[in-house]
């Protein structure tokens, strides 16, 4: 339970008998707030804190949230229930035709999704709601590698429930990230050749960053996927009994295209500062 003396400045100053200072309350608040998120802490406070400063839609952030070491991206727990993280829409997804595509560059509900937003489960919303004006879901590896100084190290703490969160990263099949150029016909989300380019053709898996999901490991060793450190798997083998869901066509080639986040538990969206 959160201590009296944290409670945001708006709750304490609706109950006069406390005899606080409505604005010596919310500077307490204010100040609490930043020291905890300095310090890895996860507040919950509704302190005001901007969201493009933050960088989930929110106003908090679940995943880096040591604010000070990672001012370039942020874990945005929450769900979307508008299918897909793929960049790409091109109406049916090309290696499951009975899959529909959906816009997910821009939000769908006015960024009011995140796990401490007015609609934590998303309905209506899709992947993009979850980052802030200003921020992005990050693009893949690449993008995240830019934006985070030490990979997906610090993206959760020790103490943490399981958390993933997602990029846009796609493969080409078998953990071969689609991080590469190449658009040959073995790039198709199947033949599990590296160096292919992310299209609507590999849309295999989605990667991102967390404790929950698929690691890389002796037996499925990532491949070109840079510092990210999860994966669905496929069909989201990996996400079972979560509010996860990356049902196709049956095949687990366009998880890309279908994934979606039911609830505002278990993680959501890594967001990149533009």
Known sequence: MTADWLMPSRRICNEPRRGFVCSSVRFIAHAAAVVLISCGARTGLDVGVDPSVVGCADGTREGFVDMAANPQIAGCSGGWSIPGVMLQNPGTAPQCP??????????????????????????????????????????????????????????????????????????????????????????????????????????????????????????????????????????????????????????GLCEGFAIVHGGSDYGGALCCRD
Do not use: K
């Open 98 to 251: 009975s899959v529909p595509t959906f816009d997910t560059r821009s939000p769908a509900c006015d960024r009011m999704g995140g796990n401490d937003g007015p609609n934590p489960d998303g309905v209506g919303c899709n992947v993009a709601d979850l980052c802030a004006n200003g921020w992005h879901v990050c693009t893949g590896a690449a993008d995240v590698e830019n934006h985070a100084p030490n990979g997906c190290a610090t993206a959760t703490l020790a103490a943490d429930p399981p958390l993933l969160f997602v990029s846009r990263q796609s493969s080409n099949g078998c953990c071969a990230c689609a991080s590469g150029t190449r658009t040959d016909s073995d790039c198709d989300a199947l033949e599990c050749t590296t160096g292919c380019a992310q299209t609507a053709d590999t849309a295999n898996d989605v990667f991102g960053c967390g404790n929950f999901g698929e690691p890389p490991d002796g037996t499925d060793p990532f491949v070109d996927c840079g510092p990210l450190d999860r994966s669905t798997s496929n069909l989201c083998a990996f996400l079972q009994g979560s509010s996860w869901s990356c049902d196709d066509d049956g095949s």
